[in-house]
């Protein structure tokens, strides 16, 4: 069955960096794009970036553009999210997904917490 399994993430003050790593399991991994969104505290969840299965094209939610980086290693059927330059407002659970055979599937989700 598709598991997606999450580590990484912690207190980090801000303008720290960390990063999130996303390891996948039951599918091809290399076919599909995958997926990190978030919950702020109070809020929905906010889509946060994307890498494709062709030529790993990424997109990024104008929040974190230019800050955050996700990349991925089919090798290793890992993505991973590398969060620099944090803010207190990028406290928030984060969580890696991707859509597999017309079903969403979420990682167990990670907490980043923003923080002096």
């Known amino acids: 069955q598709v598991q997606l399994v999450q580590s990484g993430g912690g207190l980090v003050q801000p303008g720290g960096s960390l990063r999130l790593s996303c390891a996948a399991s039951?599918?091809?991994?290399?076919?599909?794009?995958m997926h990190w969104y978030r919950r702020l505290p109070g809020e929905g969840p906010e889509w946060v970036a994307t890498i494709s299965s062709v030529n790993d094209h990424t997109a990024y939610a104008h929040t974190v553009k230019g800050r955050f980086a996700i990349a991925r290693d089919n090798s290793k059927n890992t993505v991973y999210l590398q969060m620099n330059s944090l803010k207190p407002e990028d406290t928030a659970m984060y969580y890696c997904?991707?859509?597999?055979?017309?079903?969403?599937?979420w990682g167990q989700g990670t907490q980043v917490t923003v923080s002096s």
């Open positions: 039951g599918f091809t991994f290399s076919h599909y794009a």
């Open positions: 997904g991707a859509r597999v055979q017309r079903q969403d599937y």
